[in-house]
């Protein structure tokens, strides 16, 4: 069992850039989301799924686009990097919304030059 | 602001030592997740709590939700070299709409 699963794990971009992080779940997870972590800021979300179809803006989306076709898959849309960006990014499952334990991938770092 | 204060927010220790740290808050929570978190990895949860008072023992993590549940903590017992990392706190807040909110994180160090 996989769990969840990120791709990349590192990328350099210039700024302009575009790039789309992949997250893919293999538990059945109807929850989905994305995180960027940043030194003393946090885990802050960005973009949220509960249910494949239904995407929503968490706390920090602008510059981030997500969709959710699947269950299975949430990728993370980067349109045009700013050095801003630069973060180490998680994508997160959770069986349900609201409850239980977030599943958290490896993590891409991403470095926006 | 930050809704989720986590202290302290470093904190080095020699193996065997006790150690409590602190997660406070002004709102009132659902629940509250602590995880911890290694170098090069996510976050990975040890714990959930959702009744105020709650005790929750995991080996020699003690963790305890407050009465008011808006606060949390933890206290390790005789740490060891394997507990070093960063301990998240996460909480839910009431509300239909809520999202799980992140405290800035414990870097703990536990010197051989």
């Known amino acids: 069992n996989a769990g969840v699963t990120q791709t990349p794990k590192f990328q350099v971009l210039k700024t302009g850039q575009s790039m789309t992080l992949q997250c893919a779940q293999d538990?059945?997870?109807?929850?989905m989301s994305w995180y960027r972590q940043d030194p003393g800021m946090g885990l802050r979300l960005i973009h949220y799924s509960v249910g494949a179809g239904i995407t929503d803006q968490g706390e920090v989306p602008n510059g981030y686009n997500v969709s959710r076709s699947t269950t299975e898959d949430f990728p993370l849309r980067l349109l045009s990097a700013a050095p801003s960006q630069t973060s180490v990014y998680f994508c997160?499952?959770?069986?349900?919304?609201?409850?239980?334990?977030?599943?958290f991938g490896q993590g891409t770092r991403l470095t926006v030059v | 602001t930050q809704l989720l204060e986590q202290s302290p927010q470093f904190l080095s220790i020699q193996e065997g030592e006790n150690l409590t740290v602190y997660c406070n808050s002004s709102s009132v929570f659902s629940s509250l997740q602590w995880y911890r978190q290694e170098p090069g990895e996510g976050p990975v949860l040890l714990v959930t709590v959702v009744t105020g008072g709650e005790v929750k023992k995991l080996k020699r993590l003690t963790f305890q939700f407050g009465d008011a549940r808006k606060d949390s903590s933890l206290h390790i017992t005789a740490a060891q070299p394997g507990d070093t990392g960063l301990y998240l706190c996460?909480?839910?807040?009431?509300?239909?709409?809520?999202?799980?909110?992140f405290g800035k994180g414990i870097t703990l160090s536990v010197r051989p």
């Open positions: 538990m059945n997870h109807e929850y």
């Open positions: 997160a499952s959770s069986l349900v919304h609201r409850v239980t334990e977030a599943f």
């Open positions: 996460a909480g839910l807040p009431t509300g239909a709409n809520s999202k799980l909110t």
